[in-house]
């Protein structure tokens, strides 16, 4: 089902065009911004350059399943789709894993030359490919925070404020655009507490600060925002199916 | 100009009753718009977190970048609350919405652009006034300026959003690139100067006006340019009448959806 996926997102040239340009443009604007700046140490420019590539690459690449699931919940389809012999969390999250595989693949390929071309440096393999690893999982792990908040409109009819306050929150307390040690140190301790930095400055900073022990440590902490993230999930699917055998959906 | 001025009394009437309907759904507004409110806020949050390490973006401050998103933030808000049916023009030309307002005696641009009114650009509103008050570049003397920078500022992103709406004529089913070029001049013009340079620059002040929305107008409150002024109400002129032959030329290839519907 994964692979279907991957081939049917193949076919819409238009949207990872329009994707990889915005991507582009981004990335564009933030190195200039990088050039611009004073740091103290002058490598610190290139590395921005990469880290800002990682956390845009795991965001852009994620899909919207939260809106199918929503849209399914309100129409009442999600009713039809239960009578399929295949779990619906399961469709739902093969059928984002192929969207979120191939935009990572597409853009993973368009970041390497071009990070490389605005920044002039590109980081040693190994280390590439570990940092893209642990991106994909961070993107996986986003999927099953969004097919979460997608249920909630089982509860709350809309889901969209909650998605609204999880992207924004992801954006500040994330470190998307510049990393947590730039923060104040107690924002910085309360985005220790909140998934938005194991998902987004944690695996991007392995371009900036690379061990075996870290890498380990990053992965620790996506399992186990995962593992929240499936929990929560499935609590709500199951709230969701009880009600529905209840009321007769 | 008798005619005028019952084609603008239209605009206006027009303009009352899409606000009218979007405010009526009331929780929707107010969390659109308190939401808009957030967003723009947890936006220029990564401005005050950089500036708190590094001290200027050459020669640009914390007051210029909250000068800078009062401008943008203002104009769009303005665009989406009051002409935000040109966001839907590519939409309406590739489904043949038109035809419901083709057939009016009245100025069909006016009436395209008055048509919708965006709930969150109140949110935008409401930021641009926050904005402008955290950089105290808002007083009595340069208040005239202020409002008449954010309004060109509007008027600028209008008559891109009509420009790219009208591609629908030529490339039909465009909405998404319309949009994605739309997107990418709002990114653009929400920050400073110094970060673009050579051909990008000369791009940015012509092809995509990102800097006659975010920077020029930005130089040009700090400055108290009357020269900045003038260039920035000319080429808003030259920008308007531009947007509106293109949209005329395109009209005449337009081809009715023969879409059945209903409307009152």
């Given at each position: 089902?994964?692979?279907?996926?991957?081939v049917?997102?193949?076919?819409?040239?238009?949207?990872?065009?329009?994707?990889?340009?915005?991507?582009?443009?981004?990335?564009?604007?933030?190195?200039?911004?990088?050039?611009?700046?004073?740091?103290?140490?002058?490598?610190?420019?290139?590395?921005?350059?990469?880290?800002?590539?990682?956390?845009?690459?795991?965001?852009?690449?994620?899909?919207?399943?939260?809106?199918?699931?929503?849209?399914?919940?309100?129409?009442?389809?999600?009713?039809?789709?239960?009578?399929?012999?295949?779990?619906?969390?399961?469709?739902?999250?093969?059928?984002?894993?192929?969207?979120?595989?191939?935009?990572f693949?597409?853009?993973?390929?368009?970041?390497?030359?071009?990070?490389?071309?605005?920044?002039?440096?590109?980081?040693?393999?190994?280390?590439?490919?570990?940092?893209?690893?642990?991106?994909?999982?961070?993107?996986?792990?986003?999927?099953?925070?969004?097919?979460?908040?997608?249920?909630?409109?089982?509860?709350?009819?809309?889901?969209?404020p909650?998605?609204?306050?999880?992207?924004?929150?992801?954006?500040?307390?994330?470190?998307?655009?510049?990393?947590?040690?730039?923060?104040?140190?107690?924002?910085?301790?309360?985005?220790?507490?909140?998934?938005?930095?194991?998902?987004?400055?944690?695996?991007?900073?392995?371009?900036l600060?690379?061990?075996y022990?870290?890498?380990?440590?990053v992965?620790?902490?996506?399992?186990?925002?995962?593992?929240?993230?499936?929990?929560?999930?499935?609590?709500?699917?199951?709230?969701?199916?009880?009600?529905?055998?209840?009321?007769?959906? | 100009m008798?005619?005028?001025?019952?084609?603008?009394?239209?605009?206006?009437e027009?303009?009352?009753?899409?606000?009218?309907?979007?405010v009526s759904?009331?929780?929707?507004?107010?969390?659109?718009s308190?939401?808009?409110?957030?967003?723009?806020?947890?936006?220029?949050s990564?401005?005050?977190?950089?500036?708190?390490?590094?001290?200027?973006?050459?020669?640009?401050?914390?007051?210029?970048?909250?000068?800078?998103?009062?401008?943008?933030?203002?104009a769009?808000?303005?665009?989406?609350v009051?002409?935000?049916?040109?966001?839907?023009?590519?939409?309406?030309?590739?489904?043949?919405?038109?035809?419901?307002?083709?057939?009016?005696?009245?100025?069909?641009?006016l009436?395209i652009?008055?048509?919708?009114s965006?709930?969150?650009?109140?949110?935008?509103?409401?930021?641009?006034l926050?904005?402008?008050?955290?950089?105290?570049?808002?007083?009595?003397?340069?208040?005239?300026?202020?409002?008449?920078?954010?309004?060109?500022?509007?008027?600028?992103?209008?008559?891109?959003?009509?420009?790219?709406?009208?591609?629908?004529?030529?490339?039909?089913?465009?909405?998404?690139?319309?949009?994605?070029?739309?997107?990418?001049?709002?990114?653009?013009?929400?920050?400073?100067?110094?970060?673009?340079?050579?051909?990008v620059?000369?791009?940015?002040?012509?092809?995509?006006?990102?800097?006659?929305?975010?920077?020029?107008?930005?130089?040009?409150?700090?400055?108290?340019?009357?020269?900045?002024?003038?260039?920035?109400?000319?080429?808003?002129?030259?920008?308007?009448?531009?947007?509106?032959?293109?949209?005329?030329?395109?009209?005449?290839r337009?081809?009715?959806?023969?879409?059945?519907?209903?409307?009152?």
């Open positions: 089902m994964i692979f279907f996926s991957v049917h997102n193949g076919n819409n040239r238009k949207e990872i065009i329009v994707r990889s340009l915005f991507f582009m443009v981004i990335l564009y604007i933030f190195s200039n911004l990088w050039k611009i700046t004073q740091f103290s140490n002058e490598a610190d420019h290139h590395l921005m350059v990469w880290y800002l590539a990682v956390t845009e690459l795991i965001m852009l690449s994620v899909p919207l399943v939260q809106v199918d699931i929503e849209n399914d919940i309100r129409s009442g389809d999600v009713v039809y789709q239960l009578l399929k012999p295949v779990n619906y969390l399961f469709l739902k999250l093969a059928d984002s894993l192929g969207a979120l595989i191939f935009r693949l597409v853009l993973a390929v368009i970041t390497v030359p071009y990070c490389t071309y605005l920044s002039g440096f590109t980081p040693p393999p190994l280390l590439l490919a570990g940092t893209l690893l642990s991106a994909l999982i961070a993107g996986i792990v986003f999927v099953i925070f969004h097919m979460m908040i997608g249920l909630t409109a089982f509860k709350l009819q809309d889901s969209t909650i998605f609204w306050v999880w992207q924004r929150s992801g954006f500040l307390f994330g470190g998307m655009l510049l990393p947590l040690d730039y923060y104040p140190w107690y924002l910085k301790a309360f985005c220790a507490f909140l998934p938005f930095s194991a998902l987004l400055y944690k695996p991007a900073n392995l371009i600060h690379f061990s022990l870290e890498y380990v440590s992965l620790s902490g996506l399992l186990f925002w995962g593992a929240v993230g499936a929990i929560c999930m499935n609590s709500l699917y199951l709230s969701m199916l009880k009600s529905l055998r209840v009321n007769g959906g | 008798g005619g005028k001025v019952s084609e603008f009394r239209t605009f206006i027009s303009v009352k009753t899409s606000i009218k309907s979007s759904l009331r929780e929707s507004f107010i969390l659109q308190f939401f808009m409110l957030v967003s723009n806020i947890i936006f220029f990564f401005w005050l977190i950089y500036f708190s390490n590094f001290h200027s973006v050459k020669g640009w401050t914390i007051s210029d970048m909250a000068c800078l998103y009062g401008v943008v933030n203002g769009y808000g303005l665009f989406s009051f002409l935000g049916g040109s966001r839907f023009i590519a939409r309406m030309i590739f489904e043949g919405d038109l035809d419901s307002l083709i057939v009016k005696p009245k100025n069909l641009l009436l652009v008055g048509s919708k965006v709930t969150s650009g109140w949110g935008d509103l409401i930021s641009s926050a904005f402008f008050i955290f950089s105290g570049y808002l007083t009595l003397w340069n208040f005239p300026l202020i409002l008449i920078l954010v309004a060109t500022a509007c008027l600028t992103i209008t008559s891109f959003s009509i420009l790219m709406g009208s591609l629908a004529f030529w490339l039909g089913d465009s909405h998404v690139l319309s949009k994605q070029l739309f997107e990418f001049l709002l990114t653009f013009s929400n920050y400073p100067k110094s970060i673009y340079v050579g051909a620059k000369f791009f940015l002040l012509t092809v995509l006006p990102s800097g006659f929305i975010g920077f020029i107008p930005i130089e040009t409150i700090k400055e108290f340019s009357i020269s900045g002024l003038l260039t920035i109400l000319l080429f808003t002129a030259f920008y308007c009448v531009l947007a509106i032959k293109i949209f005329h030329i395109g009209l005449k337009y081809a009715s959806g023969n879409k059945p519907g209903f409307k009152v």
